[in-house]
Structures are given as structure tokens and as C-alpha cells.
């Protein structure tokens, strides 16, 4: 298996559809217009290709001096524990550089996962929850 790592290769909306849905990643894949605004607004984009199979995402926005928020990581179902995740974050981190800090909001069934790849957990953080 060889995967290919994009970043200027975005996916279509059907595409991260269905990589979001065989991820279990709880986005609004019912809305593909919604879907596809994720998209054109995200200004870092990871991808990973297995062919013509998206396979991996990481769609994060970023000032690209200060902070990035990861604010989606998804793996293809049959794909996971084969290091996808873990090169997307590592591919992340290194285009925003060493000043800029990589955080993210985590899903209850990835809690365990996010400090095998390097974070740490913090307890300072606040959220407005989304009213839709």
C-alpha cells in the first residue's frame, strides 16, 4: 500500500462526504453545500490518496504564526492504524512551523488517541456550541 500526502489537492464534497461517513466523524455530510463551504474556508488541507481513494483528511484553519485549529482529522475505516493519522497531524504541524501552536476539539471515542501522537491535554478550554 502507498499513500500519497497532499496539500493542494482538495477533495470534492461527495468525497469528504463519504470519507467523513465511513469515519464515523460527525459533520454535516447531509448538507453538501455546508460540506463544500468547509472546504473552500479551510486554509490547510491534508490529504492522503490511496490512488484515487481519499483515505485521510486533516482540514485545519491557521494565521500560520500563532495557532492552527485542527478542526477535523478523519481516517477511512479500513485504513486506520496504519500511521494515515499520525502523518497528517505530523504534516500539519510541520507546514505551520515550530511558532504556531495545533489544537483541537476531540470527539469522546479519540480521547485515548490524541496523546499517542503527541498532545497534551488541557482543561483551560471554553466553547460557544453551535446553535445548527
Not at 51 to 60: N, Q
Not at 74 to 86: C, M, Q
Request: proline fraction near 2%.
Amino acid at each position: 500500500m502507498h499513500i500519497d500526502y497532499h496539500f493542494t489537492k482538495k477533495p470534492t464534497a461527495v468525497q469528504l462526504i463519504e470519507l467523513y461517513e465511513n469515519a464515523g466523524l460527525q459533520r454535516p455530510t447531509t448538507d453538501q453545500a455546508r460540506m463544500q463551504q468547509m472546504i473552500d474556508h479551510a486554509n490547510l488541507f491534508v490529504t492522503a490518496w490511496d490512488g484515487d481513494i481519499l483515505v485521510g483528511a486533516a482540514r485545519s484553519i491557521t494565521d500560520w504564526a500563532f495557532a492552527c485549529y485542527l478542526s477535523d482529522l478523519a481516517v477511512r475505516h479500513e485504513y486506520k492504524k496504519k500511521g494515515i493519522g499520525k502523518k497528517l497531524i505530523e504534516l500539519t504541524k510541520d507546514k505551520v512551523g515550530k511558532q504556531s501552536m495545533v489544537l483541537l476539539l476531540s470527539v469522546e471515542s479519540a480521547l485515548d488517541y490524541y496523546p499517542k501522537v503527541g498532545f497534551t491535554k488541557q482543561e483551560s478550554s471554553f466553547i460557544i456550541k453551535r446553535e445548527e
